[in-house]
C-alpha cells in the first residue's frame, strides 16, 4: 500500500472509522460507459476536447473490482465531484491507480495530481497550502497500486479534483486506469498511546494544555486544519505544560510522540 503525505500531513497511528462515504458512485458501477464531460453526474470533466476527456470503460478483467473502472489518457485530462464535508473533520481519502505502460518522467507534471478544492464553480480553488498529493508514474510498479491520504475539511462545500496534464515532451505512454474512490471520515485516537497512561486536558482549551504519561514525552506537533505545522515542543518530561495562546481560534490536530509511538487527536483552541 502507498501511504502518500505529499503536500499534505498524512496522520499516522490512527483508528479508521468506516462511515459514510462521501463520493458517489466512487467504483463506477452501473453508470453510463463512455466519455465523461461537463454534464454527466456525479462525475464530471471539464476537457471540452472529446479527444481528451476521461472515459468510464465495462470491462472485468482490467477493472481492480467489479466490471467498471475509469480511463484517463496520455494529456490533458481531468475528472471531478462535488461532496460536503464538516468543516474541521478529518477524512480518509483513498484510490487505486494503475499506469497501463508503467513508464513516465521522474518530473512533477508527467502523472496524476489528486486534490481536494473550495467548490467555487469550474475546476474549483486550490487551498494554500494545497490539499492533495502527486501520483509519479516513475515510482509505482506495473500492478493496481493503492493510494490514501488524510485532510481535515476547511470547509464544507468541497470538490475532488484529479487532473493529468501533458507528458514530456516525446515522452511515452503513462494512460491510467482508477478505481474504488472513496472519502470516509477518520477518527482520530491516542489509544496508541495508552500503555503509557497518556493523558491530555483541557479541551477545548484557552491559554494551556496539559499533558502526561509514565514515560517521557519526546514531542508533540500540533498542525492547522490545512496541514501547516503551527507549534512543536520538544524533549517534554512526563508532566508537561504547552502554552497555545498564540494559536488562533480553531481546530488543530495534535500527534503527541513517546518513544516509537504516536497518538493523534483533535484540538479546539477558544
Not at 454534464?39 to 464530471?44: C, L
Not at 470533466?45 to 473490482?65: D, L, R, W, Y
Not at 461532496?83 to 473533520?89: H, R
Amino acid at each position: 500500500m502507498k501511504k502518500i503525505t505529499f503536500l499534505f500531513i498524512a496522520v499516522c497511528s490512527i483508528t479508521i472509522c468506516f462511515g459514510q462515504d462521501l463520493l458517489s458512485s466512487g467504483g463506477f458501477e452501473g453508470l453510463p460507459v463512455g466519455k465523461v464531460n461537463i454534464s454527466t453526474a456525479p462525475w464530471s470533466s471539464q476537457v471540452a476536447n472529446e479527444n481528451f476527456q476521461p472515459s468510464i470503460v465495462s470491462n472485468a478483467e482490467n477493472a481492480h473490482t467489479g466490471d467498471q473502472f475509469l480511463n484517463m489518457g496520455n494529456d490533458f485530462s481531468n475528472f471531478r465531484q462535488s461532496f460536503t464535508a464538516v468543516p474541521g473533520t478529518e477524512y480518509t481519502l483513498t484510490l487505486w491507480n494503475l499506469f497501463v505502460s508503467n513508464q513516465g518522467q521522474p518530473e512533477s507534471t508527467d502523472g496524476i495530481f489528486v486534490s481536494v478544492r473550495a467548490n467555487s464553480g469550474g475546476n474549483g480553488s486550490q487551498f494554500d497550502p494545497v490539499v492533495g498529493f502527486y501520483i509519479d508514474p516513475s515510482t509505482v510498479d506495473s500492478n493496481w497500486n493503492e493510494f490514501t491520504f488524510d485532510f481535515i475539511a476547511p470547509q464544507a462545500d468541497l470538490l475532488f479534483f484529479v487532473g493529468k496534464q501533458s507528458r514530456a515532451a516525446g515522452g511515452p505512454n503513462n494512460s491510467a486506469r482508477m478505481d474504488d474512490f472513496s472519502i470516509v471520515e477518520t477518527t482520530l485516537s491516542t489509544s496508541d498511546l495508552s500503555d503509557f497512561n497518556f493523558k491530555t486536558y483541557p479541551n477545548p482549551a484557552n491559554n494551556y494544555i496539559r499533558l502526561s504519561a509514565s514515560k517521557t514525552i519526546d514531542k508533540i506537533e500540533i498542525y492547522s486544519v490545512l496541514g501547516k505545522k503551527v507549534l512543536q515542543k520538544n524533549n517534554l518530561s512526563t508532566e508537561s505544560e504547552v502554552n497555545i495562546s498564540q494559536l488562533s481560534k480553531g481546530v488543530y490536530v495534535v500527534k503527541t510522540y513517546i518513544e516509537n509511538t504516536v497518538g493523534t487527536y483533535k484540538l479546539i483552541k477558544q
